[in-house]
């Protein structure tokens, strides 16, 4: 079964830094499209970013808000997907989840991670 | 940017009638589309991918239906636990997005 746990969250200041994790186990984690979804407090969902596996070329696109702020990166080795985020701002607190979709089966989720930016 | 348009934005039934969501997207695509179900505190739980079909463990009542620009989905007779926030969600290419959400409540 497919499993993904996210971690890394927590409260930060506005203009700071985080690196969130999402650590996957049940899939060939290096031929799988990877994805950071968030959802603010009370709002909808809203995807940040996805990485391609290194196989397709490994490139990341980002949506609009987190262009040139965020960095998605993976490490095949472990199993692991990173979301490095910078120059943080009040309106990025979200709930944040990975996702990755598996023909056959669909889109899976993590459980998500808090990350409140506030002074 | 595919934009998703959900309706409504809250629809109000009673337990054990159907309840017909809908999902219009600004540009027409086949079937890479998904519907999620969502509770508070929890994350979003995957019902229907490929339009239509459901997801491991979805109970029968839950179906997806369309293509084009139009989608549905479609609970055939209401649970208590069926009263959530529905979105539906496109990944026919990026930038993948989700309609803003239906609120399915207790009529």
């Known amino acids: 079964e497919v499993q993904l746990v996210e971690s890394g969250g927590g409260l930060v200041n506005p203009g700071g830094s985080l690196r969130l994790s999402c650590a996957a186990s049940g899939l060939t984690f290096s031929n799988a499209w990877m994805s950071w979804v968030r959802q603010a407090p009370g709002k909808g969902l809203e995807w940040v970013g996805r990485i391609k596996s290194k196989a397709d070329g490994g490139t990341a696109d980002y949506a609009a808000p987190v262009k040139g702020r965020f960095t998605i990166s993976r490490d095949d080795s472990k199993n692991t997907l990173y979301l490095q985020m910078n120059s943080l701002r009040t309106e990025d607190t979200a709930v944040y989840y990975c996702?990755?979709?598996?023909?056959?089966?669909?889109?899976?989720w993590g459980q998500g991670t808090l990350v409140t930016v506030s002074s | 940017e595919i934009v998703m348009t959900q309706s409504p934005a809250t629809l109000s039934v009673s337990p054990g009638e159907r309840a017909t969501l809908s999902c219009r997207a600004s540009?027409?695509?086949?079937?890479?589309l998904a519907w999620y179900q969502q509770k508070p505190g929890q994350a979003p739980r995957l019902l229907i991918y490929g339009a239509s079909t459901r997801a491991t463990g979805i109970p029968a009542r839950f179906s997806g239906s369309g293509s084009g620009t139009e989608f549905t989905l479609t609970i055939s007779s209401l649970q208590s636990e069926d009263f959530a926030v529905y979105y539906c969600q496109h990944y026919n290419h990026w930038p993948y997005t989700f309609g803003q959400g239906t609120k399915l409540e207790v009529k």
């Open positions: 996702t990755t979709f598996a023909p056959g089966y669909g889109w899976f």
């Open positions: 540009q027409s695509f086949s079937s890479t």
